[in-house]
């Protein structure tokens, strides 16, 4: 059963039924189910559960499911998905142990559905590796994927995972989706260079979620080149900013640079572009 991710009121009153009624809660962390169930008046036994849990602590569950009722809860959101509870369902389905849902929140569906992006075909690819090795070729099997891709994504790897997506996918309309359903709740929008260099500079906080456009969604690169680079003039002089820009798309640093001085110059004459930061100290 689903759980809110981050607003215990996305707790759905058909879940909080199921906690209530449940003979026992297979949960994450019991210190954070607790508050759970306190929402949900339920006073009924947690036990710890994780897909590393021991054989014999998911085989006594399993036991369990043939004779009482187990409700499973993530410590976020729909179990499951990036979520312990696969290898359970699975084992419980094998045995012909009825399983069935009461769905809910999934951080996934709730950034999809206020990003803007393409929402008829996407494609949930979760947290991408840690390693950078591993991290590149598992972008570059998504590249073609004709689906806006959805990622789990944590604020100290957003920087640097936004400049290899940007590097591997070209210019594609992105968007940061932050601590959804929180006070300081955020969708950040723009190609993924800008946002690669947006999170350059500043680590977030919180939880996010990660989505990049289609293939199709596309710009021409050398649309690309100059949205990068005006929104990197607008805070830096153009040596720094053509080297962000030529790291972020992964082109020449003397083309990003030739081009951030032609930009500086139009900017002279367009009132939008004249910024003090223009003024290059480089
Ligand atoms: N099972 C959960 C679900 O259905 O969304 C996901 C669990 S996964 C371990 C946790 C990740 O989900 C976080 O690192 C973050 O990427 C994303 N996430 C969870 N809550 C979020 C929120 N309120 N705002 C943005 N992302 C969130």
New binding site residues.
């Given amino acids: 059963m ?1 759980g809110p ?2 607003n215990l009121e996305d707790l759905t009153l058909r879940a909080a039924r199921f906690l209530r009624q449940a003979d026992v809660i297979a949960c994450e962390d019991t210190r954070v189910t607790a508050k759970l169930l306190r929402a949900a008046a339920s006073t009924r036994p947690m036990l710890p559960y994780h897909d590393h849990s021991a054989a014999d602590v998911q085989e006594r569950l399993l036991e369990r499911m043939t004779r009482e009722s187990v409700a499973l809860v ?1 410590d ?4 499951l ?3 312990p509870g696969h290898g359970l369902v699975r084992e419980a389905r094998a045995r012909g142990i009825p399983v069935t849902t009461a769905p809910g ?4 569906i709730a ?1 999809l559905s206020i990003s803007g992006l393409p929402t008829d075909r996407f494609l949930f690819a979760g947290f991408l590796p840690p390693k950078a090795v591993a991290r590149d070729k598992a972008i570059a099997a998504l590249a073609g994927v004709p689906a806006t891709l959805v990622f ?3 604020g100290p790897r957003l920087a640097a995972t936004l400049k290899a997506l940007s590097v591997a996918l070209g210019p594609r309309p992105a968007a940061v ?6 006070r300081h709740e955020e969708l950040v929008p723009g190609t993924l260079a800008e946002l690669a260099i947006r999170y350059a500079s500043t680590e977030p906080k ?4 990660l989505l990049v456009a289609p293939p199709e969604a596309a710009m021409l690169p050398a649309d690309a080149l100059d949205q990068a680079l005006k929104a990197a003039l607008a805070t830096m002089p153009a040596g720094k900013a053509a080297a962000s820009v030529s790291a972020a798309l992964g082109i020449p640093r003397p083309e990003a640079y030739a081009r951030a001085l032609a930009l500086k110059d139009l900017g002279l004459k367009d009132p939008d572009l004249k910024d003090p930061a223009l003024e290059d100290s480089a």
């Fill in positions: 689903a991710i981050g993530s976020a959101g729909t179990p998905i990036s979520d929140p999934s951080a996934a950034a789990y994504e944590s989706a932050r601590e959804l359903t929180k919180g939880e996010i979620v």
